[in-house]
């Protein structure tokens, strides 16, 4: 595949997804709540919460740390100058998205709405349809046999 013609997204779509599902999940447990997500004690889910939250915030920042550090556009509608695959992405080819799915899940345990659940899996779902089919042609096209050594022993979420 030539790698001009796989360029990456022109527009950076999982932020979007994900802050969108975070806004409807807020609107949504105000005006049309659902039952709340059941915990034996008070503060178990909201502990569990901001844990989570913790683990997604480093991981985020553990990512887009290790982009920066090998000049690689954070934003996926920037061009890969490397195919980067320490760090987090050792782990996972989507450690940014993983991030993003913790943190809306954590969200929705620190508040209890469960429509942040519900907003977590949508933003997940929209994200593996919309951005990563392309940024996936884009690193093969980009980085080709390394790329497709690197898919096959790295699992895409955990």
């Not at 990512?63 to 996972?92: E, I, K, N, Y």
Request: with cysteine; hydrophobic share 50%.
């Amino acid at each position: 595949m030539n790698a001009y013609r796989a360029k990456p997204l022109k527009y950076p779509w999982p932020p979007v997804l994900y802050l969108t599902g975070i806004l409807l999940a807020m609107i949504a447990g105000r005006f049309a709540a659902l039952e709340p997500i059941p915990s034996p004690h008070p503060l178990l889910l909201p502990a569990i919460g901001y844990a989570v939250a913790m683990a997604a915030l480093t991981l985020d920042i553990w990512a887009v740390r290790t982009l920066m550090d090998r000049q690689t556009p954070v934003l996926d509608s920037g061009c890969a100058r490397h195919l980067v695959t320490c760090g987090p992405f050792r782990f996972s080819r989507n450690p940014i998205y993983l991030g993003y799915t913790l943190f809306t899940v954590a969200l929705g345990l620190i508040s209890a709405n469960s429509w942040f659940l519900i907003a977590a899996l949508v933003s997940l779902v929209a994200t593996r349809l919309i951005a990563i089919p392309s940024e996936e042609r884009h690193l093969e096209a980009r980085f080709g046999f390394d790329y497709e050594y690197y898919r096959k022993r790295t699992r895409r979420w955990i």
